[in-house]
């Protein structure tokens, strides 16, 4: 007898959730259905090259389906056990809840494969009795239009983001099964109880290394060569172990060097850096912003992480403008005028 598979939807076929739905349809566990909304028609015709330092080199993936909208996939192909939410987590702009909307069932349990701390808090708010399972990556990949490329490991560790709602044993069962379906021979995925402590340890990186990057217009290696590890990466990743503690997170001195060694011999860009040079919004509302507002919480000094947010927060509204999200009077507005921006959607 034929064993049921798992149907799955993935959201965001970004690098990371491009190698995501790699892994799921080679455990071959899973029925996998993609969201993709840029390079739709690309997958459906050649689909997408996978340049991978775990599997290898595949000139044509392509899921069990790809749909254009969580909407349409869940009309054709839904409910589904698992969802999968890989796309940037940018709250200001695209509340990753409005996307769930479209595919809910109370049955379906929900895979945030995302960066930043706080991310459940929303997602409770909106859906009191949803399932919610914490996805932490540490891979490193770029998507360059039709082609991913990964450089380092699929390392990405699972686990229940506790609904007070539901039984624990029951969402401790359901993100262990996600677990199986995601792994493989090539890649490394584990369950972990303490979803807090993983996303505390990547946040030593992100907030530190990921921020500093986009905002100097730099790669990490090059980063690193210019001196901007010592100035600004350390003393900000220092400061994060430190909010961490506060938080209930003991995090060791020693993953500092760890961290620093993020991309291997490679001139990498990490994911915020790619979208600045694109033009795209970024995450630093969960990767930065967050983390300062629970440091001011616990009345800890943040000094590097508080410029570094204020600064991405500047450049966020610059791209926002950009993008026609709102318009400034054609005359400067007196700053005792207390201007507030419009926002048009």
């Not at 491009?18 to 840029?38: D, F, M, N, P």
């Not at 969580?70 to 939410?85: L, R, S």
């Not at 011999?265 to 994911?271: C, E, F, I």
Request: net charge neutral; with cysteine.
């Amino acid at each position: 007898m034929t064993e049921r598979k798992d149907n799955v939807l993935l959201i965001g076929m970004g690098a990371v959730g491009s190698i995501a739905a790699y892994a799921l349809t080679c455990s071959g566990k899973s029925t996998v259905t993609c969201v993709v909304r840029s390079h739709y028609d690309l997958m459906v015709t050649k689909g997408l090259k996978i340049d991978s330092c775990d599997y290898g080199q595949n000139d044509g993936f392509k899921p069990d389906h790809v749909e254009k909208t969580a909407g349409e996939a869940m009309k054709k192909h839904g409910p589904f056990d698992y969802v999968v939410i890989a796309m940037k987590n940018i709250p200001d702009v695209s509340p990753i809840e409005n996307i769930a909307a479209e595919c809910y069932d109370e049955k379906t349990a929900f895979v945030l494969l995302q960066n930043g701390i706080w991310i459940d808090k929303p997602f409770f708010k909106r859906f009191p009795k949803a399932f919610l399972i914490s996805g932490v990556s540490m891979i490193g990949a770029v998507l360059y239009t039709d082609t991913v490329k990964q450089m380092g490991p699929d390392f990405v560790t699972f686990g229940p983001f506790l609904n007070k709602n539901l039984p624990e044993e029951l969402q401790i069962a359901r993100c262990k099964r996600f677990v199986e379906l995601y792994g493989n021979e090539h890649n490394d995925a584990r369950y972990a109880f303490n979803v807090k402590e993983t996303r505390w340890k990547k946040l030593v990186y992100n907030s530190a290394m990921n921020t500093t990057c986009a905002v100097t217009g730099v790669d990490s290696g090059r980063l690193d060569l210019f001196g901007g590890s010592d100035s600004l990466v350390i003393p900000a990743m220092k400061e994060v172990i430190a909010i961490a503690k506060a938080d209930g997170v003991v995090i060791e001195d020693s993953i500092i060097p760890y961290m620093l060694k993020g991309g291997g011999g490679v001139y990498y860009p990490p994911s915020m850096l790619v979208d600045v040079r694109k033009g795209n919004y970024t995450e630093y509302r969960t990767i930065i912003a967050n983390v300062v507002k629970i440091a001011n919480y616990y009345k800890v000094p943040a000094p590097t992480l508080t410029i570094l947010g204020n600064i991405l927060h500047i450049m966020q509204m610059s791209t926002m403008e950009k993008k026609g999200r709102f318009v400034l009077p054609k005359e400067r507005p007196p700053r005792e005028d207390h201007y507030q921006i419009q926002f048009l959607d």
